[in-house]
Structures are given as structure tokens and as C-alpha cells.
């Protein structure tokens, strides 16, 4: 009878063991390192920046960009122009510009720190920009505004700070409806100085000259005289010659 209640039990155990839920703990994977970020696919992304985005990679700031966000304990902040800003510029303004004044004025529009909208009102004007130091300029941008309005201005041109494309540690973008001109490059520049003027004589020398131009005619005058005198001396001697010839 045991034998026969043994094998039953085994088999009713591995039956109940069939349909019995098993939980198991289930681990979450851990998060793979974050990729790079893409910049210029932010704005590509937002649209209305195509001149913004040939600007940054033609002058390479795009690259210079991106290594600096994988790099950078400070992060970064860009003011990115709309293309409505680029075309309100006056025709052929960015023609004008060499490459190297064309790099200054995009990095003009980066500054090397992150900042959110509010920590841009707190900041100590001029704030310095990547183009700081840029062929010797200041190239610096004054932030004003209160509560969420912040505006922004170079010393030319001056415009709000809108949509942020992007505000999260270490990039933020935000979008401006100027482009922001550089008074380094933009500024009214300083009158050519005027030549100096012509020398005029000293005192002394008009006087030494109206001494000598006065004084002048005393030595013709006395030039002549003396002349004259000659010239009798030699004719009294000539007839007393004749006489003395004539009566000997």
C-alpha cells in the first residue's frame, strides 16, 4: 500500500508545481551612456534656422560646439537667429564680412556657460561670449528684463529672448527674432582724426622778418650813397689830372 501512495503523491506534487506562479525578480537594465548631444539637430528640428545652421557649419562653430558640450564642465548657451531675423538684415550685410569677422559673429551668439532664462537676469553685464577676444574685441551682451522677460542687447541692435528650443544642463538654446550685431563689428566707428594744423611762425620770427624786411631799404639806400660818393671822388680826381696837365 506505501509503494502505491509514494509514486501518487510525487506525481500530485509535480502537477501542482506545473500551474503554481513563480514570481521573479525582475532588474531593470541599466541605462546606456547618453550619445552626443546634436545641435544643429535641435534647430533643424524646431525649423525657421536653415541660415543659422549653414552659418555654424560653414564656419565650423558646429563642430567646435559639440566638443566643447562633451567636454565642458560649464555647458553653453546659444541665441540662435530666426530666418525672419536674417532676412530683415540690410542686403549683403553678411557679403561684407570676411570668414574670419563671419566666424566672430556666429560665436558672438554662443556664451560659455549654461544659463536659464531667470540666471540671465542675475548676471553681471557685459557677459562674455565665445567671440570675446576675437581680433582684440570685448564682444559682450547685456542682459535686462523681470520676471520670464529677458531682453538682450549688443550695443546695436536689441531683441527679446523668446522660445527656448532647449533648457536642460549642459545646453540650452533660445531662440531670437535679431540678429544680434557685435559692436566690434557693427558699431559707429571713430572719425579719422584731422591733420594737424599747418605750423604758424613763432613771434620772434615776425619780428626778426619785419626787422629785416624794415630794415631793408636803409642799407639800399645807403648802398646808393656810398655808390655815389664814389663815383664823384673818381671825377673830381679825373679833372684835377686834366688841369694839372693843362697849366704844367
Do not use: C, W
Not at 553685464?125 to 582684440?136: I, K, L, S
Amino acid at each position: 500500500m506505501a509503494a502505491l501512495i509514494l509514486p501518487t503523491l510525487t506525481a500530485a506534487f509535480s502537477f501542482l508545481l506545473l500551474f503554481t506562479p513563480t514570481t521573479q525578480a525582475q532588474t531593470a537594465p541599466a541605462p546606456g551612456p547618453a550619445g552626443p548631444l546634436n545641435f544643429t539637430g535641435i534647430l533643424d528640428k524646431n525649423g525657421q534656422y536653415t541660415t543659422f545652421i549653414r552659418l555654424l557649419i560653414q564656419t565650423q562653430v558646429a563642430s567646435q560646439i559639440t566638443n566643447q558640450l562633451n567636454s565642458s564642465s560649464e555647458g553653453l548657451t546659444v541665441f540662435a537667429p530666426t530666418d525672419n531675423a536674417f532676412t530683415s538684415l540690410k542686403a549683403g550685410t553678411l557679403n561684407t564680412l570676411t570668414t574670419q569677422q563671419q566666424v566672430a559673429l556666429v560665436l558672438y551668439h554662443v556664451l560659455p556657460k549654461y544659463y536659464t532664462i531667470t540666471s540671465l537676469l542675475t548676471v553681471s553685464n557685459p557677459v562674455r561670449t565665445q567671440a570675446t577676444g576675437q581680433d582684440g574685441g570685448a564682444y559682450g551682451l547685456n542682459f535686462t528684463g523681470s520676471g520670464n522677460q529677458v531682453n538682450v542687447s549688443s550695443g546695436v541692435v536689441e531683441t527679446q529672448i523668446n522660445n527656448a528650443l532647449r533648457q536642460q544642463f549642459p545646453l540650452a538654446v533660445y531662440q531670437v527674432d535679431k540678429v544680434l550685431l557685435p559692436n566690434d563689428l557693427f558699431g559707429a566707428k571713430a572719425p579719422a582724426s584731422a591733420p594737424p594744423p599747418a605750423k604758424t611762425p613763432s613771434s620772434g620770427s615776425s619780428n626778426e622778418t619785419a626787422t629785416k624786411t624794415a630794415s631793408s631799404p636803409d642799407n639800399s639806400e645807403a648802398g646808393s650813397i656810398k655808390s655815389n660818393a664814389s663815383f664823384m671822388g673818381l671825377v673830381f680826381g679825373m679833372m684835377g689830372l686834366l688841369f694839372i696837365g693843362i697849366f704844367s
